[in-house]
């Protein structure tokens, strides 16, 4: 069965723990395979009382589909809410992470081959993302049988459920609660005051911009951060008119529509950011190769007559684009201040103006929502195609100095090429670990 599915069945012998059988399973392939050392049999199922897990899902439930990857390092806070292994009760449950993407989950695990004294250990492996509406009917049709396998605490959850189910019910508080999860805030934890300034950004700015605003500076330095950004858009002189771009890279029939955001396709950001540079170089007759400084500014529509002249605000925490009223254009402040930096970091604008149907404000930062996810891949696309750069490299294994010229060849950071080669598969983890070590 595609999508998510959770299985309680009874044990053999009927247990008064209100221990169950308990099976995930993702696309068809169960994340539950285990290895019981206590006979040396493997299994599908964990012996486990649903109940704990019924608890961790409706604790976390905002967190589980809108907070989405750290960043940096993963806390031990974001491992209690999104990680099952942390569940715990005495009891062995899969290291099975869920995150937000959008509209989508993330759904991820591992074989666990540690020599924890634990009596299972989990095999399975798996990374993907499931709609995030089959992932609520999922978690629903689980919660709702509830009552089959609850025991003294089964009044006390079915009474969480329904605290939850009022709340996505409820359109305001669902937006609450939602931005409360995306700065990592448990429920009612964050600052009345923060809450109201967001709320206030959100009649202002919309939805989506201050969803992006939450996950691109978490905590309660948020609203601070967006407002920074903000004057600096006010003092920057860099416009940028899109509409040209915009219309070239959209035309298609394949997720990427002249209008409407594109957040909604069934394709990964990736592939759909890829063909929307393959096809922004077609229809505009951009040559293979690097993109000269002239022809970018050509393609974007920057102002400033020369690239080196882009004023940088290096104190922002992300680069921001704002329509102005005019809707013709935008005016952009740039947080890169290297040359290189600075075109990825305008390819990016471009590539957040496509994804959001050229939305009234678009931010560019480390975030790893699925909206900055796009904006990374469109910019690596355009500014470096792999077959540009293969053709460029002519060698299946390029070295630490193929990589250099390459990077200098297209204009972009070394760093790029490398992640290029990588995510392509034409050089191996290892490898690229050691280029960044020798760098």
């Known amino acids: 069965m595609a ?46 009382p649903p109940s704990q897990l019924a608890f961790w899902i409706l604790d976390n439930w905002w967190k589980l589909f809108h907070e989405p990857e750290p960043v940096g390092a993963v806390t031990v806070e974001w491992l209690l809410a999104h990680e099952m292994s942390s569940i715990g009760g005495g009891y062995a449950w899969p290291p099975i992470r869920f995150w937000g993407e959008g509209d989508q989950v993330g759904v991820r695990t591992h074989p666990q081959y540690s020599d924890s004294p634990a009596p299972v250990r989990f095999e399975a492996s798996y990374h993907g993302l499931i709609p995030s509406v089959d992932v609520e009917r999922c978690l629903d049709r689980f919660l709702e049988s509830v009552g089959e396998f609850a025991t003294d605490d089964c009044e006390t959850l079915l009474d969480l ?32 005051e923060l809450m109201d300034r967001l709320g206030n950004f959100v009649d202002e700015l919309g939805q989506e911009a201050v969803s992006e605003a939450c996950i691109s500076q978490q905590g309660a330095g948020v609203a601070r951060a967006l407002e920074e950004g903000l004057r600096a858009v006010e003092d920057s ?27 909604s396709a069934r394709m990964p950001a990736w592939k759909l950011a890829e063909e929307a540079a393959a096809r922004l170089r077609e229809n505009l007759a951009v040559p293979c190769g ?5 022809r970018l500014r ?68 480390s975030a790893k929502s699925v909206r900055q996810k796009f904006q990374r891949a469109f910019a690596q696309s355009l500014l470096c195609p792999l077959r540009d750069l293969l053709g460029f490299i002519g060698t299946d294994v390029p070295t630490a ?39």
């Open 3 to 48: 999508g998510l599915e959770i299985i309680v069945k009874e044990m053999e012998e009927r247990s008064t723990a209100g221990i169950r059988q308990v099976g995930i399973q993702a696309d068809g392939e169960f994340l539950t395979r285990l290895l019981r050392f206590s006979n040396n049999t493997e299994d599908t199922f964990l012996h486990a």
């Open 161 to 192: 459920y329904e605290q939850v189910r009022r709340e996505r019910k409820d359109p305001e508080v669902a937006v609450w609660r939602m931005i409360e999860a995306k700065l990592g805030f448990d429920v009612d934890a964050a600052p009345a």
């Open 237 to 263: 002189k860099t416009k940028v008119d899109l509409s040209t771009a915009i219309a070239a890279a959209r035309t298609d029939a394949n997720g990427l529509s002249s209008s409407g955001s594109v957040s």
């Open 290 to 294: 690097p993109i000269s400084n002239r």
């Open 298 to 365: 050509d393609l974007l529509g920057v102002s400033t007559k020369r690239f080196d002249h882009i004023r940088s605000f290096p104190s922002i925490h992300y680069g921001i684009r704002r329509r102005n009223q005019d809707q013709s254009a935008s005016t952009v402040a740039l947080s890169a201040s290297w040359p290189e930096a600075k075109r990825f970091q305008l390819c990016r604008v471009l590539g957040d103006a496509i994804w959001s149907a050229n939305d009234q404000l678009g931010l560019i930062s």
């Open 401 to 439: 100095e193929d990589v250099t010229a390459a990077a200098q060849w297209f204009r972009v950071s070394e760093r790029l090429v490398q992640t290029t080669l990588v995510k392509k598969g034409v050089i191996d983890q290892e490898q690229f670990e050691h280029m960044v070590a020798a760098g």
